[in-house]
């Protein structure tokens, strides 16, 4: 269903997409409020609450709702999960440039118009496959996005590597367990899915990735100047079960940590 306005909208059961074009007031997701006076692009996954902050401010843009039952028997039911930013917060929306408004405007366009058209057997196959097209671009210009943006993520990146130092080189590891991505975008003021696709799109490793590449590091570190044991040194990177850290040892260097410590020998 296309919107031209909207006032509360509560997606329990939907996925929902706004773009928004000329607006006077302010977005609330959950408890904050965003100012989009330029406008964007936002993906919200079911089970949120959006809301309009402003009984007579300008609201105009486009909205598409859809039951998951709409897509249940297509493959993108099974897909749409590979679409991260469904799991960024507004704050995170999708900035478009002129040419990429036009492009997704006229997606929009061309599901209201088939919406208007005489339902026949592929109608539904349109209207899915014109929402593919819009996931898509939109993967496609949040990939821009990251380019276009990259001082600032830039900015983010090295925050994110001072408080993986930090973790690892303080006895956080000890006293907390190991590091959560959850925690570290947390820390960062971003969602998970975002920080992933940021990293992603910087250095070509995700959040768990880097999180894991610190750990081994900091695992060399204790292997090759004390004389802890194994067990010792995965307690200390914050490890339950000392067979837990090994495995993860080996998956990431070929080798087993006693053999990483033998090779100093």
């Known amino acids: ?25 302010k977005i609330k997701y959950g408890q904050n409020y965003y100012d989009f006076d ?19 401010a300008d609201y105009g843009g486009y909205t598409l709702l859809f039951h998951p039952d709409f897509i249940r028997k297509f493959p993108l039911r099974k ?39 005489a339902i026949d057997l592929v109608s539904q196959e349109v209207m899915i496959s014109q929402i593919e097209l819009l996931l898509n671009y939109s993967k496609r210009f949040y990939n821009r996005q990251f380019i276009t943006r990259k001082v600032a993520n830039n900015d983010l990146l090295t925050k994110a590597e001072e408080l993986l130092d930090q973790y690892f ?8 367990g ?30 768990q990735q880097h999180i894991h590449n610190r750990l081994i ?16 040194v995965a307690y200390k990177l914050g490890f339950e079960h000392p067979q837990s850290f090994n495995k993860l040892f080996k998956r990431k260097t070929t080798l087993s940590p006693l053999e990483y410590r033998q090779s100093f020998n």
């Open 1 to 25: 269903m296309i919107l031209p306005k909207f006032r509360k909208v509560w997606c329990s059961i939907f996925i929902k997409y706004l773009i928004k074009r000329t607006w006077l007031g």
């Open 38 to 56: 330029e406008g964007g692009l936002s993906f919200v996954s079911p089970n949120q609450l959006i809301s309009a902050s402003e009984e007579e």
């Open 79 to 117: 897909n749409i999960k590979n679409y991260g930013f469904f799991w960024y917060s507004v704050a995170e929306a999708l900035y478009l440039s002129d040419k990429e408004k036009e492009i997704v405007t006229g997606i929009f366009k061309n599901i209201a118009l088939e919406l208007d058209s």
């Open 169 to 176: 080189d303080t006895e956080n590891t000890l006293i907390n």
């Open 178 to 207: 190991l590091l959560a991505v959850q925690s570290l975008a947390d820390q960062l003021n971003v969602t998970p899915h975002y920080l992933s696709d940021m990293l992603r799109s910087l250095t070509g490793q995700n959040t």
């Open 217 to 232: 590091d900091k695992a060399k570190e204790f292997l090759s100047t004390t004389q802890l044991s194994i067990s010792e």
